[in-house]
């Protein structure tokens, strides 16, 4: 009888039964998940595989459609001839890392000078706020800010500077790209800074700091060498998608960025939408030339990375304990300060013009107030609004069932994504958008689909799921799993724990997940333009097209149009559970 | 039923002596009602698209065509989709119905057989468009329409000058070179491709180059090198001592139009002469703004309404465009309240009740009188434009 | 079920629940070799042994509940039916594990219908719940939210919730290891008590000798055993 196993025993009642029997039982495991991965993968590197090709035959002078029939490296000597192109390189390579680099300081400074502190928690609390607001919109905030002409000078002169006149001094748009370069690590901050706080929980930071400090090293010290190496591997890749963001960012770069000449982004959208048809395949070899930019900066990083761990291992072996670092605590909370206050400020700033009658340098405030802007613009409103609520909105749902189904799979197979899936999750958030957007936009307007809303939200998909996956996989794998076995054991079938138990129980993580994916969504330009069409403007495509003229009180109307759509999503996605469980103390949040 | 109905309508039409055309037109009507028109046309001037929004509202409530304006940063953004839709072969149901369009953009589209037509001259309006008087109504950047775009409205291309800082505006393009010398930092003009820029250039070119009449033929039959050789002195000069000192530049006309208004500088390019008086009536301008023209004369031309030849609903883009040629909206569009852009029609040859709208036009304090404004010097041929903005590319805007 | 005439043994009526054979592994080592057990109605049983040896993963089997990073061989029985490729709905295995695990958005009340089988009229199951809150001492909390519960009404509760179910079995998964001395004496009195009244054989796993004392049944000792060969 020993060595009959169960499955053996359960044989002999014939090959039907015991299929019929298989079957319940995979049924009742967990209604086949099996599909949710792949399918996940599918919908999200689809597009960004079949996009990269339909962009990169065409760099090689292929593209039957446009009468490329052969293969030429005629795309690439245009590309290289066209003017500015090697400065254009240059800048797009020295802002992203820049921005990317200095980023990554001020949050690692950041973290080592103050995590654990009530200056900490009182930054954590605008974070929120802060990650939820698209990239554009930050931008505008902050170009009016900083502008010789801007809210800044306004607010100091004449009385103090003397200037009657704005100064011609160079800040927006110069040809370095700094003014770009400090709208960027103005918005990676937070979102670093958010990666890093999700990392921490997982890395006993505080207890380790304590060790290290009881031996006697500095607050900073300690954090650096003690809780850094751990977290630092865990906030590699959102990095690298700050870095591959950076580099190739358009809307960020049209409203701050130089324009003699512009990003390598830049140039390569305007070339996309050269009524002289030959440009797209120089395009397409610039569309190249970035996705290369971007894997050698990649490449770049991590050898700087190494050699920087190397440094460090021998400054951690040192012993010294670094205790005289108060002046660099405060320089850190200095520039997160400045960054996060120039961000909130610049908004106002935007909050003021859209109610600004005239309102002229050197004024610090409009001469007259009015609700004019709003009554008149209100009708335009509409229709993008109506398309970003609803892109949005879709984006945000189909992404969070499927994270939730990819997870669900999980834990039940018992098999945790590795790192290599996080990598393809991350994938979309690495490859230059405009990299494989063309290709897309070729796809689409074969299969007809250009324009249609379906495909703008498809396009923000693939966006917006691997953030909404991020969010939500760590409350998700957390759950308590007695929950579900207890449900079971209870008599309740798969399905019924499910939806009884599992998801009210994960309701609040849920939706703020989706609320992240909606502000993700909200913030997309380049997909909107490229899947859109035209024919699906969003609040953001058209505060883009209003940027680099256009009224301030209008652009002020859509920045706080921008700011509150994601604000209350988060909202709902923070009171919807807080009212349905208000008499359930179990379910409040506890910190 | 409606059809019908077109028909009963169309019989009534020819029954009390109309023309064939009217039979024609009652067809386009009848088709064109419950179509939807996706207008591609330049979205970064919002008194512009309130004006576009409000053209679509007439629209729809007396003919039942609905207009979606797809606001572009760039019109060749629209004529890159409809070459990006043919070559994938997509012959009709196309994504645009009507683009605003002229110069380069209408050359190349009609070069590569992009457009529908001819259509214009069965459009009802059309007798009034003053093709005699106005001849940039038939003539876009010396490219004959040939009945491929209707017209829409003139332009010429004017300066905005702040009165507070400039007493005396210059007369020439030299004397605007004296002016910024003396007043270093307080000139600017839109970055080329923008065509303000482009247009700004093109007015420098007319007055520098040797001989005006070689930039009425295309490039390729004439001596480009020659031609533009005292452009580029003249531009080395006068960038240093420009705002940010030639090395940033406005986008486009209402970037412009913000730094004049945020008194970074004194002078600003515009190709709507009442642009100023509008924008002071907005509170987006100073009321010591003012308008002027350079003596010998600046460039002008006309913008035009064209239908890409796979356009899905083109009676309702042939509807719109009818009506954009009223003048109902012609005189409305004259009004620097709503736009302040000169109408293509004969106003004196308007029946009196259409005369008295024009008549009744306040042109505000700051738009120059048609007088005033002198005859519109003729527009180089377009690839002068593509030439020049390559090499000012070249020149200005390739980095150190 | 041809498994049937197997599990029958002599000690006393018919066996409710029966192991045959289980083993369980997690990777190479093997943590529960060759079980065999049958528990009669009412009869108790503890299964002993050091944290990390296997004996939670065994209750999770025998409900159906095991972690794929494990596996495992061998049958089990309720009332004569093998159960071991059932879902763990379809088992009839109560189980309470060291927390109450009362799902906190639901009411005390919502807690315990979640549990009753369907099939009952509306009246029916007001009934049954009005019963077992009064069985629990908890009359008149019905609509509490369960987090405002002390310790011992919410362990109470749970056991509640649990046997409404109508299981054949009780598993206990060291559930009083998490009270205080006090109460845990009296919520253990209360298990075993109706766990008697209603006829279920119960398999305990713990770490604690006096749990194992007082369950008054055999005591096997795994893990322990196996590391030491004498």
């Given amino acids: 009888m020993s060595g009959l196993d169960a499955t053996q025993q359960a044989s002999r009642p014939g090959l039907l039964r015991r299929l019929a029997a298989r079957l319940r039982a995979r049924a009742s495991a967990g209604a086949g998940l099996g599909f949710a991965p792949r399918l996940t993968l599918l919908l999200l590197l689809g597009p960004v595989a079949a996009g990269l090709i339909g962009t990169a035959l065409p760099a090689f002078g292929y593209l039957p459609a446009l009468g490329g029939e052969g293969f030429t490296l005629a795309p690439w000597r245009a590309f290289l001839e066209a003017p500015g192109v090697s400065r254009a390189i240059v800048i797009s390579f020295t802002t992203g890392v820049l921005a990317s680099a200095v980023s990554l300081a001020i949050v690692v400074l950041f973290c080592a000078a103050w995590h654990g502190t009530r200056v900490f928690s009182a930054l954590q609390r605008l974070l929120s706020p802060l990650l939820s607001l698209p990239h554009a919109t930050v931008a505008f905030g902050l170009a009016f800010l900083i502008a010789p002409s801007g809210w800044l000078m306004r607010l100091v002169s004449p009385w103090a500077t003397g200037l009657e006149r704005p100064p011609d001094l160079i800040v927006v748009n110069d040809p370095a790209g700094l003014a770009l370069v400090a709208g960027l690590v103005v918005k990676e901050v937070p979102f670093l800074l958010l990666m890093t706080l999700a990392a921490l929980g997982q890395a006993e930071a505080a207890e380790r700091r304590t060790v290290a400090r009881s031996l006697g090293y500095g607050p900073m010290t300690a954090w650096l060498k003690g809780v850094l190496p751990v977290v630092y591997p865990q906030v590699r890749l959102p990095v690298f998608a700050v870095l591959a963001f950076s580099m190739s960012v358009v809307d960020v770069a049209l409203i701050l960025g130089p324009s003699t000449p512009p990003t390598l982004a830049v140039q390569l959208v305007k070339w996309f939408h050269d009524p002289d048809l030959a440009r797209r395949f120089v395009a397409s070899a610039g569309a190249v030339v970035q996705l290369g930019l971007v894997v050698a900066a990649i490449a770049l990083w991590w050898l700087v990375e190494r050699a920087v761990a190397r440094l460090g291992r021998l400054w951690i072996v040192s012993g010294r304990r670094g205790r005289g670092d108060l002046w660099l605590r405060l320089l850190a909370a200095g520039t997160v300060v400045l960054s996060f206050g120039s961000a909130l400020f610049g908004l106002l700033g935007m909050a003021v013009w859209s109610l600004a009658g005239f309102w002229r340098y050197p004024d610090a405030l409009p001469g007259s107030w009015t609700l004019a802007n709003w009554a008149r613009h209100a009708d335009e409103i509409a229709t993008p609004a109506v398309n970003t609520l609803t892109i949005g909105l879709a984006a945000a749902a189909v992404a969070a069932v499927l994270a939730v189904a990819c997870l669900e799979h999980e834990a039940q197979s018992g098999r945790r994504a590795g790192a290599r899936a996080l990598w393809l999750l991350y994938l979309p958030l690495l490859i230059p958008q405009i990299a494989f957007l063309f290709g897309a936009q070729v796809l689409l307007v074969t299969l007809r689909l250009d324009g249609w809303w379906l495909a703008v939200a498809w396009s923000h998909l693939v966006f917006v799921l691997p953030y909404v996956f991020l969010s939500l996989s760590d409350p998700y794998r957390s759950w308590d799993d007695r929950y579900a076995r207890s449900a079971r054991c209870l008599g309740a079938s798969w399905w019924r724990m499910f939806w009884r138990v599992k998801l009210p129980m994960l309701l609040r993580p849920i939706l703020i997940a989706a609320a992240v994916g909606f502000a993700v969504s909200a913030g997309l330009y380049l997909p909107t333009l490229f899947a859109g069409a035209g024919r699906t403007p969003t609040l953001l495509t058209e505060a883009i097209s209003l940027s680099a003229g256009g009224d301030r009180r209008i652009i002020g109307i859509y920045a706080i149009l921008q700011l509150v759509t994601p604000f209350i999503a988060f909202a709902l996605a923070l009171i919807t559970p807080a009212f349905v469980y208000r008499h359930r103390r179990g379910m409040q949040v506890t910190r | 039923m409606k059809r019908l109905f077109a028909f009963a309508a169309a019989a009534l039409v020819v029954a009390t002596g109309a023309n064939a055309h009217a039979s024609d037109w009652s067809d386009t009507l009848a088709e064109a009602e419950g179509q939807t028109v996706y207008w591609n046309a330049w979205g970064g001037d919002d008194r512009i698209n309130a004006y576009i929004d409000w053209t679509a509202e007439r629209v729809e409530e007396r003919h039942g065509v609905e207009v979606v304006h797809v606001k572009l940063g760039d019109t060749a953004e629209a004529v890159s989709r409809v070459l990006a839709e043919k070559q994938a072969g997509r012959e009709e149901g196309g994504s645009v119905d009507l683009i605003w369009i002229n110069g380069e953009n209408f050359a190349a589209m009609k070069r590569q057989n992009l457009l529908h037509g001819p259509w214009v001259e069965d459009l009802p309006n059309f007798a009034y468009v003053d093709v005699d008087g106005k001849p940039t109504t038939t003539v876009d950047f010396t490219v004959p329409t040939d009945g491929l775009e209707a017209p829409w409205g003139m332009a010429q291309m004017v300066f905005m000058y702040e009165t507070a800082n400039v007493q005396d505006p210059p007369g020439s393009m030299h004397d605007l070179l004296a002016w910024a010398k003396a007043n270093p930092g307080r000139f600017t003009y839109p970055q080329p491709p923008d065509f303000l820029g482009t247009t700004f250039l093109k007015q420098a070119l007319i007055e520098l180059t040797p001989d005006g009449s070689v930039l009425q033929k295309p490039v390729e039959e004439a001596d480009f090198e020659a031609a533009s050789a005292p452009l580029w002195p003249y531009l080395d000069e006068l960038h240093p001592v420009m705002w940010r000192s030639g090395r940033v530049f406005p986008q486009n006309g209402p970037g412009q139009r913000r730094l004049l208004a945020d008194n970074e500088i004194d002078f600003a390019v515009s190709f709507h002469p009442a642009e100023a008086s509008g924008a002071i009536a907005d509170g987006e301008l100073p009321p010591t703004i003012r308008t002027f023209v350079l003596d010998g004369g600046t460039i002008g031309n006309t913008h035009f309404v064209a239908i890409p030849y796979n356009a899905s609903s083109k009676a309702g883009a042939k509807v719109l465009a009818n009506f954009l040629m009223s003048p109902e909206a012609q005189a409305r569009k004259q009004d620097p309240e709503h736009w302040g852009d000169f109408t293509v029609l004969d106003v004196a040859e308007l029946p009196p009740e259409a005369k008295q709208r024009f008549a009744a036009i306040d042109y505000g304090v700051a738009t120059l009188t048609p007088e005033e404004l002198g005859q519109p010097l003729l527009e180089p041929h377009p690839s002068w434009m593509e030439r020049i903005e390559l090499e000012w590319a070249r020149r200005y805007a390739a980095g150190q | ?230």
């Fill in chain 3, 1 to 230: 079920m041809t498994g049937g005439a197997e599990v029958s043994n002599g000690a006393g009526g018919a066996p409710v629940l029966g192991l045959r054979e289980v083993t369980v592994r997690l990777g190479s080592r093997v943590l529960i070799d060759r079980l065999s057990l049958d528990l009669a109605p009412g009869e108790t049983a503890t299964v002993m042994g050091p944290s990390g040896c296997g004996k939670s993963s065994l209750l999770a089997y025998i409900c159906g509940s095991l972690d794929p990073a494990f596996s495992a061989q061998g049958a089990v029985y309720v009332e004569g039916r093998e159960i071991t490729r059932l879902s763990p709905e379809d088992r009839r295995v109560g189980i309470l594990f060291q927390d109450d695990l009362l799902f906190p958005h639901m009411s005390v009340a919502e807690n315990l219908a979640f549990a009753i089988p369907p099939g009952l009229s509306r009246s029916e199951r007001r009934a049954l719940i009005a019963a077992a809150l009064a069985d629990a001492g908890l009359e008149g909390l019905g609509e509490r939210d369960t987090a405002t519960l002390s310790g011992g009404q919410r362990a109470r509760a749970a056991l509640m919730r649990t046997l409404l179910a109508r299981p054949a079995v009780l598993l206990l998964d060291e559930p009083f290891s998490k009270l205080d001395v006090d109460l845990r004496t009296r919520f253990r009195e209360f298990v075993f008590d109706h766990a008697r009244q209603e006829g279920l054989p119960v398999l305990m796993v713990t770490h604690d000798p006096t749990d194992a004392r007082h369950a008054d049944g055999r005591i096997i000792e795994i893990g322990a055993v196996k590391q030491t060969p004498e």
